[in-house]
T-cell receptor, first 116, second 106 residues
Framework: ETGVTQSPTHLIKTRGQQVTLRCSSQ?????VSWYQQALGQGPQFIFQ???????GRGNFPPRFSGLQFPNYSSELNVNALELDDSALYLC???????????????FGSGTRLTVV | KQEVTQIPAALSVPEGENLVLNCSFT??????LQWFRQDPGKGLTSLLL?????REQTSGRLNASLDKSSGRSTLYIAASQPGDSATYLC?????FGKGTKLTVNP
């Protein structure tokens, strides 16, 4: 059983640029969620995808967008990067599509994004 | 709006001590509560998942309890070891607490 894999592991971007982060869900999981974690804080929910549709979103602006593909993998896109976007971005997969559903979440190791 | 609070923010104990980490939440309409461990700069490792119908779950030296009516969960770690040093996070639906940073001293 393969776990959740994220790429790249580290990334440095310039303010104003765009970035795409990738996530492969755990085998058997059809739901993907993305989180932003600033230093010393708990993860903040960005959005969740189920059956290729966004079915839940946290308090993040529209420049944070995503996709889910038929194989349940997912992308997080961030446009017009700001310095405050520097954080660890975590992807989690689960089953069933409910926000905080019964099966719990499996997390990847994250992508460390630095905006300079 | 769900809010999750973890107390204490940091805890330092000698090796071998039993300890309790606390998690409280404001909305009791939950499916489950999940405890995670996070090592510095790393992703989250799931420790225990307690369904809303359950009172507790155990895995090795870890025991998590859930009291939905009072909006509380505890994570009990028995016979702590230096390798237990990490940040422990609880999550309800998609809301996380800020975590408890645990240091176990040899």
């Amino acid at each position: 059983e393969t776990g959740v894999t994220q790429s790249p592991t580290h990334l440095i971007k310039t303010r104003g640029q765009q970035v795409t982060l990738r996530c492969s869900s755990q085998s058997g999981h059809n739901t993907v969620s993305w989180y932003q974690q600033a230093l010393g804080q708990g993860p903040q929910f960005i959005f969740q995808y189920y059956r290729e549709e966004e079915n839940g979103r946290g308090n993040f602006p529209p420049r944070f967008s995503g996709l889910q593909f038929p194989n349940y993998s997912s992308e997080l896109n961030v446009n017009a990067l700001e310095l405050d976007d520097s954080a660890l971005y975590l992807c989690a997969s689960s089953r069933g599509g409910q926000l905080g559903g019964s099966f719990g979440y499996t997390f990847g190791s994250g992508t460390r994004l630095t905006v300079v | 709006k769900q809010e999750v609070t973890q107390i204490p923010a940091a805890l330092s104990v000698p090796e071998g001590e039993n300890l309790v980490l606390n998690c409280s939440f404001t909305d009791s309409a939950i499916y489950n509560l999940q405890w995670f461990r996070q090592d510095p700069g790393k992703g989250l490792t799931s420790l225990l998942l307690i369904q809303s119908s359950q009172r507790e779950q155990t895995s090795g030296r870890l025991n998590a309890s859930l009291d939905k009516s009072s909006g509380r969960s505890t994570l009990y770690i028995a016979a702590s070891q230096p390798g237990d040093s990490a940040t422990y996070l609880c999550a309800v639906k998609v809301v996380f607490g800020k975590g408890t940073k645990l240091t176990v001293n040899p």
